[in-house]
Structure formats: structure tokens, C-alpha cells
């Protein structure tokens, strides 16, 4: 059964700290991503990983920054956290070619920057 | 224009109705239908996948693609209170630099009342 866990459930930082929020996943998976879930925005892809120290832009990645310096551990980073990036993140992880399979998602971190 | 659209809802329907859930999509290259399920506090869970056009069937719940209208529906049967949930849509492009990354809709909330 894969398994997808996130560092914290809740965060409440302040505006201008440095967070970091940490993903591991149990599947040998290759492909791990990172999301915001935002009420009437759905899902938008912040950053993936389709490697070890592989990285690529999703939809929204100003702000924002990401480590994988394991298969399974994906870090996405708030290098000074602002306001608006309060919200639900949630990180996901995928097999290489196999799409059909969908991607395995953690429980998610609510976000609160004040 | 999103690539990807979902009715917003929410939709709240009585117990044992049949739901329709639609998305459209304006990107040709999508070959892989998905539909997403997510409880409240948790992370979304692959529900259905559908490759290319045509139908799926599981129990209560049927996809459908038509890629000539670029409109995709999920359709739950008598419907359940523990079918209340917010439902996503998501596609994705076949092979190549895609890595299995997702294009989701906004999601809609379902809730199904005794």
C-alpha cells in the first residue's frame, strides 16, 4: 500500500520566515509533486521531481522552491513566506510510464502565514 | 481560458440519486482521464481512469470521454451519503516530457443527504 506522508498536518508561520515543508513517499516512486489547493482553483502544480536533483516548473512556482535530494523525500521551500501563500499544500507522488496508475497524494498541510 | 473546466457546484442531491459530474478541456494532447476523490482533511484518492474515448464502469460509478466535444462526465448511481465529497477531474498527456503530471478541474463539492 503506498504511502505518502507530509511533515505536519497544520503550520502557522510568520511573514518573512523561511519554511519548509517535507514529503516522503514508501514507493520507490520516481515522479513526486508539489501542489497548493486553493477553494475554486482546484489543484495547481507548483514544482515536480521526476529524479534525484531533477526538478521542473509546474504553474506556479514564483515563490517557491524545491530539494530532492533522495527518491523518496521531496522538500518544497517558502524562502520568505507572504500571505497569500496561505493554503493547503499537498505533495503526490507517481511511477515513471505509468499515467493510468494516477497519482498517490498525502494528507496535506494547511499553511498559515500572518 | 483554464486548459481544464469543472462545474464549481456544490451539487447536493438526496439519497439514491444519479449524479452527473462534467469537466471540459480545451487541450487536444490529453489521452488520460481521471477522476479524483477527496474527503474533507484529506488528500485526493484516484477514483477512475479512462485512456482515450469511450466508457468505464466500477460498481455505482461511470466515466465517460468524448474527446470529439472535449467533455468528460462521471456518473455515480444511487447515490450514498459516504459518496459526499469534493470530486476532481484531471487529465494528462501520453508519454514523452509529460511525467505523468496532471491538469486538474477546480473540483466540485458533493453532498448526498439521507
Known amino acids: 500500500d503506498v504511502k505518502v506522508t507530509q511533515s505536519s498536518r497544520y503550520l502557522v508561520k510568520r511573514t518573512g520566515e523561511k519554511v519548509f515543508l517535507e514529503c516522503v513517499q514508501d514507493m520507490d516512486h520516481e515522479n513526486m509533486f508539489w501542489y497548493r489547493q486553493d477553494p475554486g482553483l482546484g489543484l495547481r502544480l507548483i514544482y515536480f521531481?521526476?529524479?534525484?536533483?531533477?526538478?521542473e516548473k509546474g504553474d506556479i512556482p514564483e515563490g517557491y522552491s524545491v530539494s530532492r535530494e533522495k527518491k523518496e523525500r521531496f522538500s518544497l521551500i517558502l524562502e520568505s513566506a507572504s500571505t497569500n501563500q496561505t493554503s493547503m499544500y499537498l505533495c503526490a507522488s507517481s511511477l515513471l510510464g505509468r499515467i493510468y496508475e494516477g497519482q498517490y497524494f498525502g494528507p496535506g498541510t494547511r499553511l498559515t502565514v500572518t | 481560458q483554464k486548459e481544464v473546466e469543472q462545474d464549481p457546484g456544490p451539487l447536493s442531491v438526496p439519497e439514491g440519486a444519479i449524479v452527473s459530474l462534467n469537466c471540459t478541456y480545451s487541450?487536444?494532447?490529453?489521452?488520460?482521464f481521471m477522476w479524483y476523490r477527496q474527503y474533507s482533511r484529506k488528500g485526493p484518492e484516484l477514483l477512475m481512469y479512462?485512456?482515450?474515448?469511450g466508457n468505464k464502469e466500477d460498481g455505482r460509478f461511470t466515466a465517460q470521454v468524448d474527446k470529439s466535444s472535449k467533455y468528460i462526465s462521471l456518473f455515480i448511481r444511487d447515490s450514498q451519503p459516504s459518496d459526499s465529497a469534493t470530486y476532481l477531474c484531471?487529465?494528462?498527456?501520453?508519454?514523452?516530457?509529460?511525467?505523468?503530471?496532471?491538469?486538474f478541474g477546480q473540483g466540485t463539492i458533493l453532498t448526498v443527504h439521507p
Open positions: 521531481s521526476y529524479d534525484v536533483k531533477m526538478k
Open positions: 484531471a487529465m494528462s498527456r501520453a508519454g514523452g516530457t509529460s511525467y505523468g503530471k496532471l491538469t
Open positions: 487541450n487536444s494532447a490529453f489521452q488520460y
Open positions: 479512462t485512456y482515450s474515448s
